[in-house]
Every structure is written in C-alpha cells, then in structure tokens.
C-alpha cells in the first residue's frame, strides 16, 4: 500500500490502494496528459476521460488570441494565485508561531531580569542594614574605650 497523496489546497484523503486505484474523500479536479477513470467499486466506472482530453495546461503553451486560451490561462494563472496564497498562507502562521514564541521568550526573560533585580536589591538592603550595626557598634565600642581611659586619667589625677 503506497503512502497518502496530499495536496494543500484541497480537503482531501487520497489513499493509494493499487498501481491504478485511488481511493478519496472531498473534492477533486484532475489535470493530466494520462487517461484516468475513477469508479466507486470494481467494474463500475464513474468518470471516464477519453485519452486526448486530459491536458496539463501551462501559461507558455497557451494561445491568447482565442476565447477558450484566454480562460484557460486566466484558470491557469488563478491556480497559480491560490497556490502563492495558500503558501503566504502557511508562512503567516508560521510567522504568527514564531512571534508568539519570541513573547512568550521575551516575557520570561523580563521576569528573569525583574526577579533577578529583587534578590540584588533584598541583599543589598540586608548588607547595608549589616553594614550599618556593624558601624554602630564599633563607634560605641571606641566611645567607650575613650571614656574608659578618660575614667582612668580622672582616677590618676586623684591620685596625684
């Protein structure tokens, strides 16, 4: 059994069941230099093309000048723009995905630097209040010093 055919613009399931079988659900339209029938069950063709009738159509073998080589290179150039906007399409929602990714990077990078900020700031503030007992305390320290030895310069002058 040979692997699905998808195709992009149509909504369809094309499953390859034999060399000359397909088997699909949707809608449908065959451009192709081949002959081709299409049938339900074994025996029981649906659609046939007679051979000669199944072209491929290309701008370049085109002939203008006529009504129906007009229309045929309007359906041609039409299958075209539908072509180019389903894949303007596809890179759109591409590039939708992509933005949301870059947010969503760019949200956690902010919260990083924001959280990152605070733990700084918190230690900051913690060694400074450190910093600042620390200070106290020995300007308490040496003024007692001072007054200790100026105690014991009075008690000496007593003495003396």
């Given at each position: 059994m040979?692997?699905?055919?998808?195709?992009?613009?149509?909504?369809?399931?094309?499953?390859?069941?034999?060399?000359?079988?397909?088997?699909?659900?949707?809608?449908?339209?065959?451009?192709?230099?081949?002959?081709?029938?299409?049938?339900?069950?074994?025996?029981?063709?649906?659609f046939e093309a007679a051979p000669g009738t199944a072209t491929l159509n290309k701008v370049s073998t085109i002939d203008i000048r006529t009504v129906s080589g007009a229309v045929d290179a309007l359906k041609v150039i039409d299958r075209a723009l539908d072509r180019v906007h389903m894949e303007r399409a596809k890179f759109g929602a591409i590039m939708s995905r992509m933005n949301v990714v870059i947010d969503n990077l760019t949200n956690v990078s902010t919260n990083q630097k924001t959280s990152r900020s605070r733990i700084v700031d918190a230690n900051f503030a913690a060694e400074s209040a450190r910093l600042a007992k620390s200070q106290i305390l020995q300007q308490s320290g040496m003024n007692m010093i001072s007054q200790a030895s100026r105690t014991m310069q009075n008690v000496l002058i007593l003495f003396q």
């Open positions: 040979k692997q699905p055919l998808k195709l992009p613009l149509l909504l369809i399931q094309i499953v390859m069941l034999t060399t000359d079988t397909v088997r699909f659900t949707g809608q449908i339209t065959f451009h192709s230099s081949q002959t081709f029938t299409i049938s339900a069950t074994a025996g029981q063709g649906l």
